[in-house]
């Protein structure tokens, strides 16, 4: 079962008003359909849905990763955006899952 990879375009905290994006990334051949973004706060906890449409070209295999990425762009940023995100694939009905990727902290000052 793979696990997908998270990465974002940060180094360090996030500035207030500031664009900020994750990455989202299953490395393995995993024919999905959808991705799911969950955010994690002391209080509660969301998923968010988010069709893939992106492609990286691997130049050392001369093939497109497969699946495509799919990325969570956050446009201004505030502190409320902030806490722990994961990111899972999914395909099929019913649906199958990858496993979580490991949880990205996303502090806002």
């Known amino acids: 079962n793979p696990k997908p990879e998270l990465t974002s375009n ?3 905290d996030a500035l207030t008003g500031n664009s900020v994006t994750l990455y989202c990334r299953v ?3 995993f ?3 959808k991705f799911y973004w969950i955010k994690s ?3 509660t906890e969301t998923e968010t849905i988010a069709y893939y449409t992106n492609y990286d070209y691997d130049h ?3 093939s497109y990763y497969y699946p495509p990425y799919s990325y969570y762009e956050i446009r201004s940023v505030s502190v409320s955006d902030g806490g722990l995100y ?3 694939a999914g395909r099929g ?3 199958y899952y990858t496993q979580y990727s490991d ?3 996303l502090n806002v000052i």
């Open 103 to 105: 949880e990205l902290s």
């Open 60 to 62: 050392s295999s001369k």
């Open 93 to 95: 009905n019913p649906v």
């Open 27 to 29: 490395k393995l051949q």
């Open 86 to 88: 994961r990111c899972r």
């Open 10 to 12: 940060l180094i360090g």
């Open 31 to 33: 024919d999905g359909s």
């Open 41 to 43: 706060t002391q209080s």
